[in-house]
């Protein structure tokens, strides 16, 4: 059985949400009319990560608006949508992504456990972890640096609960010096992601934003893509593009029959 995955390198503006959103919803409509089942966006959506709006805008989840843009926009394709989003939970703030399915149902809602420190005074710590049954097999989410907390603990986990795809929208980003050409950015992500699609024997795909990051600790930095979907054995089977503006859609077909 194979199963046709998007991963979408999707442009995130800082302090332009709504565009944001309309970029997100157009790529989910293009990827299903190339045959996309399930569609997988960058972290933080739509605002960005650490956006300097963070504490007044966000949303809550599955009832806000930006969530129920992307159940209406699962239930228009007909496709299962993995979406990051910056949610508001009473006067919390969090880091979350959640698996829409096409009936347009939020089927999994994570909120990201591996926050990086300079992070943590703007998101509260995650208090979630859990799989699904699809008509896709088993799937479980998880958050960007969730990947490389000690032992691989957050994915290990979801491979111990039976998940075939792990989901993993991402906001992966570099320094202003950083050289592309000297050290070519993802050795972490192959490495963490690989792993345990190894030893797990399941797919691992990550989805990272492009785009500046204008606020907060690492103001400067951007976001470069590089978006990463490793097989059952190991390796990279697809990577995204690197750079500021390197939007992109990659699609994969995956053979559901190499997971057990």
């Given at each position: 059985m194979t199963l046709r995955l998007a991963v979408v390198q999707l442009l995130v503006q800082p302090g332009s949400a709504h565009?944001?959103?309309?970029?997100?919803?157009a790529a989910i409509d293009r990827a299903a009319s190339e045959g996309a089942e399930i569609v997988l966006l960058p972290e933080a959506?739509?605002?960005?990560?650490?956006?300097?709006?963070t504490r007044t805008a966000a949303e809550p989840i599955p009832d806000g608006p930006w969530c129920r843009a992307v159940r209406d926009a699962a239930v228009r394709?007909?496709?299962?949508?993995?979406?990051?989003?910056?949610?508001r939970a009473g006067e919390v703030v969090y880091n979350a992504?959640?698996?829409?399915?096409?009936?347009?149902?939020?089927?999994?809602?994570?909120?990201?456990?591996n926050e990086l420190g300079l992070a943590c005074d703007l998101y509260a710590r995650g208090d979630r972890l859990g799989v699904v049954e699809t008509r896709h097999g088993r799937i479980g989410l998880?958050?960007?640096?969730?990947a490389f907390a000690p032992g691989e603990i957050v994915s290990r986990t979801l491979g111990l609960m039976g998940a075939a795809i792990i989901l993993s929208p991402c906001a992966w980003a570099v320094p202003?010096?950083?050289?592309?050409?000297?050290?070519?950015?993802?050795?972490?992500?192959?490495?963490?992601y690989g792993?345990?699609?190894?030893?797990?024997?399941?797919?691992?795909?990550?989805?990272?934003?492009?785009?500046?990051?204008?606020?907060?600790?690492w103001t400067g930095h951007a976001c470069i893509g590089c978006s990463l979907i490793v097989g059952p054995d190991g390796e990279v089977v697809a990577?995204?593009?690197?750079?500021?503006?390197?939007?992109?859609?990659?699609?994969?077909?995956?053979?559901?029959?190499?997971?057990?």
């Open positions: 565009e944001t959103l309309e970029r997100a919803l959506l739509p605002l960005g990560w650490m956006a300097a709006d394709t007909g496709t299962h949508v993995c979406t990051g989003l910056v949610e992504a959640v698996l829409v399915g096409p009936g347009g149902d939020v089927l999994l809602h994570h909120r990201k456990l998880m958050i960007c640096a969730d202003p010096d950083h050289d592309q050409a000297r050290t070519p950015y993802g050795d972490l992500w192959r490495q963490c792993v345990v699609a190894r030893d797990h024997r399941l797919w691992i795909a990550g989805a990272s934003s492009v785009g500046p990051i204008t606020s907060g600790p990577q995204g593009p690197y750079g500021v503006d390197a939007e992109a859609t990659i699609l994969v077909d995956l053979d559901l029959s190499l997971s057990p």
